[in-house]
């Protein structure tokens, strides 16, 4: 397990259990077998891939996409697009996406206060 505190400029592809209390300012990628946990804000993009896990406890300003066979928890705030491609995401209540919601496949459970 990898724990970071603090910033990071550019594009991150997390392969293993990864948390960051801190900022990205570029784009994040989970792939498969890697978990990320962000506590703080990523400036860019969240794609997760196959097999990725993500749990965001804290803001992604860009869109949120989940590819088939990956999975989601947002305890915090989207401020792009939700793009479910396959995956499984849960909002937790609290948790809030400014822009729009694309369930093209997946499962997709929103909080009740949406």
Same mark, same amino acid.
């Given at each position: ?5 603090? %910033?990071?400029?550019?594009?991150v592809v ?30 860019? %993009?969240v794609l997760?891939d196959r ?22 928890? %947002? #305890? ?27 369930? %093209? ?7 009740? #206060?949406?």
């Open positions: 397990m990898r724990e970071e505190r603090g %910033n990071i400029a550019g594009d997390v392969y293993e259990e990864f948390t960051l209390w801190g900022s990205i300012l570029g784009n994040v990628q989970v792939i498969n077998g890697g978990k990320f946990y962000i506590r703080g804000s990523v400036y860019g %993009n997760v097999g990725g896990r993500a749990h965001l406890f804290g803001q992604v300003m860009g869109d949120l996409r989940l590819e088939k066979y990956s999975k989601t928890i %947002n #305890s915090g705030l989207v401020g792009g697009d939700l793009i479910n491609e396959g995956g499984r995401y849960f909002g937790d209540p609290g948790s809030k996406i400014v822009g729009k919601i694309k369930a %093209n496949a997946g499962e997709t459970k929103l909080p009740k #206060s949406r």
